[in-house]
């Protein structure tokens, strides 16, 4: 088998390329061919100096996914290091693309490093819930320093290549990468320079105060709460700076490394890592079915959504027109987008150039008139079906042919929607989450006449536009608010029950939620939840238990922040939710009212009721078929309800947790409920737990 590591020869110096498309990851046959590779250079005495560099699009991007939570075959990344480390002729990596991981740490095994302008390189373990497991907790801070170390790799963010090079990462910038890599490794060979190794020195470990740890250590506690990664990271980093020798420090990374591999954490970030790949594959619509180009929007409404919406499009260059039904909110709307963009210019992160290009892209109207050139226009206003349909009346009738009709709608029947139109085959639900512009959920909705070509091109724009799109069938509240509904029906039948929402929160809170159902109810506004608990009374089943809870507290104008109370309290300009005496009134009252004999709730029923009437409801979903697989539910959650990462999703918690002890205390709250139909346990889980399987093993 040909090798995907090829020699070839520049003169004097000898230039390793790894070939292994589409971005050189770190395969077994691409560690074996770097050491033989190695080993080839070295004993051809015509090579003075020897370059390490990626083929195509890359250096290396990191190991091989396909490798992911299996033993590593010889060689490991650790001996071919420690064979680059060792070799008696200079080598420089090369770095263009991404050097991500394994390919850092492999690019610390040179001696030297090089890189073009506009290439990356960083350690993005953490994300996978790991640490850099080839030494890049050792040898990082040696380069670059203990603090510029411990930003990078708790964050797993990448660095481009000028602020590496100023880090002390790469030893040079290049403008074209094998002639200016060979240059360099020239010039080494001219003037017989030493071959620094970076585990041999403490570099710029002694820079550092201890201090710094316990820092790094606090800030993560509270910023990746319950996550054991970065702090794993952390005590990694400083073995590297405390060990008597590199060798004890790596030994170290190696124990903390193992920790992490049998963590169940590492197993719920690596599924949400495949389930973002995963949830692009689309049954039946495969690359023959050519989504239409995207080449200009229009989005109706500029409010909140609408304005984010619409920056969605202007970041990645597309025009839009943004059409209003007064001046006033026109010109609100567009201030606030510019707004926006001035405020991220203010933090550095774009320039004065870079927000007047995306502002010029964008067109404000009155007129439907205006807007019919666009390929796909995106409806963003009111919850409000009537409106809808009258909006979409008016789209059919000016948007050109073969135009994409979309609604932001977040529950209401996309065909209904469409039946307002003379081509349903062009009409589907494009769902953005709140805020538009920084959420990175789109949560698509096929209606029953959606045509494949439209699916195809709302999940190919939800690609380019920087969002994770998932396919959700046409039902009421679609996946995410379907199952948002059981969760939140939990939490309020809990505090009848006897909890505080306080209590609720709080459990919450330290299971991984970004917030409690409550708080979380306070910041998005409850009168939008109330408009359309109206709008569901209208046909609830008779004797079906409801909650009027959330209903009282609305009807004393208690929306939330914006009004100042809600479930909680808020002083004058803060966001500090403070327990109300107000509501433990209202909430004993409605008790009282209801025949409900307040009790004392467990931590653990809480949980239990409101995750597993998720994971009840989700599993219900995939029976109908409104979601895919249940990696849909689990990518829906975490990147649109802030569902905790390291727990992997609902439906993938279920798993961790044994479904059949799920599917236990559903039947335990069934009974509880009186036999409540909402507490039924879903026939799919049932099923799975018959046949000993979980929801990793269902296939649709």
Known sequence: MTSPVVLEKHGEIGVILVQNPPVNALSQAVRQGLQDRLAEANADDSIKGIVLAGDGRTFIAGADIKEFGKPMGAPDLNAVIKSY?????PVVAAIHGTALGGGLETAFSAHYRVAVPKSFVGLPEVKLGLLPGA???????????????LKMITSGDMVPAPMA?????????????IPGAVAFCQRLV??????PVIAESRGKLDEADPAIFDTFRDTMAKKARGVLAPQNCISAVEAAFKASSFEEGLAEERRLFGELMESPQRAAQIHIFFGEREVAKIPGIGKDVAPKKIGKAAIIGCGTMGGGIAMNFLNVGIPVTVLETTQDALDRGVGVIRSNYENTAKKGRMTAEQVEQRMGLLNPVLSYEEIGDADIVIEAVFEDMAVKKEIFAKLDEVMKDGAVLASNTSTLDIDEIASATKRPEDVVGTHFFSPANVMRLLENVRGEKTSKETIATVMDMGKRIGKIAVLAGNCDGFIGNRMLHPYGREASFLVEEGAQPEDVDRVMYDFGMAMGPFAMGDMAGLDVGWYVRKRQ?????????YSALADRICELGRFGQKTGAGWYHYDEGSRVPKPDPVVKEIIEKNSAEAGIKRREVSDQEILERCIYALVNE???ILEEGIALRPVDIDITYVYGYAFPKHRGGPMHYADEVGLDKVLERIKAYHEQSGGDDSWKPAAL??????????????RG
């Open 537 to 545: 009374l209208e046909n609830w089943p008779q004797g079906k238990r």
């Open 85 to 89: 480390e060792e070799s008696p002729k």
């Open 190 to 195: 001219d003037g017989n320079a030493p071959r």
């Open 135 to 149: 030494g890049g907790t050792q040898r990082l801070p040696r380069v670059a320093g203990v603090e510029s170390a």
């Open 685 to 698: 889980i049932e099923k799975l737990v018959a046949e000993g399987k979980g929801f990793r093993d269902y």
């Open 165 to 177: 090079a100023k880090a002390g990462i790469v030893d040079e910038i290049v403008d074209e990468l």
């Open 618 to 620: 989700g599993a219900k």
